[in-house]
């Protein structure tokens, strides 16, 4: 497995959000996590990108322990993360947005600007202009453009349809079958679970901080209305 999180325990002062939380992320495909709004998502990327250190547990990537480290050491062992809101830096322009994420991983450096831009044309345009002067889904491609550019083998992605006309969210689905057809394993949390559940190889399912399932999509298909009806439902 290329990310495997074992019995991790993550708070938020004295509010205790994951409760041994387990599951792996193989690579190559995309593994989709749901859950209700406060169900632990955010926080599951968060403890693995080590922006909020778990507690207690293990998050392990590529067989080596991450738990607990400062998110630039994960993001330089090749974890793309593109968060919740974009956060892309709006007084920078897209070039500087791009030159700041840049890991060159030598022999493996896949994600050069010319082959970002074969994906994201638009922002070969944009070269030149300042991140909070672009329209929402080109803060969205450029998110995900920075996080390519560390050339990482995963890349985590929380809620991406935000805020995105449905052309986009059509876009973004193709966007990243593409990624996994070149070999990009992806970590999405996305309350579009029609979207989500259309690009997913493997679900899980969070509530109340803990795992409730975990399996083939085809698996959650089959328990689909028990497991919406219990977990996914407002």
């Known amino acids: 497995m290329l990310l495997t999180l074992e019995t991790l325990n993550t708070f938020y002062g004295k509010s205790h959000v994951l409760r041994d939380v387990s599951f792996a992320v193989p690579p190559g495909q995309i593994t989709v996590l749901l859950g209700r709004n406060g169900a632990g998502k955010t926080t599951t990327l968060r403890s693995i990108m080590g922006l909020t250190p778990p507690r207690a547990g293990a998050v392990r990537f590529k067989e080596r322990e991450i738990t607990g480290l400062p998110p630039h050491r994960v993001f330089r062992l090749g974890v793309g ?16 947005n791009l030159r700041l994420a840049a890991r060159p991983a030598g022999d493996r450096t896949r994600w050069t600007l010319d082959r970002i831009f074969e994906y994201f044309p638009v922002l070969r345009e944009r070269w030149r202009q300042l991140g909070r002067s672009l329209s929402g889904g080109e803060q969205q491609m450029l998110a995900i453009a920075r996080a390519l550019a560390g050339n990482p083998d995963l890349v985590m992605l929380d809620e991406p ?43 899980l399912v969070l509530s109340k901080g803990t795992v409730v399932f975990g399996g083939p999509t085809a698996e959650f298909h089959r328990r689909e209305a028990e497991l919406k009806g219990r977990y996914l439902s407002v």
């Open 81 to 96: 993360y593109v968060p919740e809101g974009r956060q892309i830096f709006p007084h920078l322009d897209v070039g500087e």
């Open 161 to 203: 349809s935000q805020g995105l006309a449905p052309r986009l969210v059509r876009e973004l689905e193709t966007l990243m079958v593409r990624l996994k057809g070149e070999g990009v394993t992806i970590l999405l949390v996305e309350q579009n679970a029609r979207m989500a559940l259309a690009v997913s190889d493997q679900v």
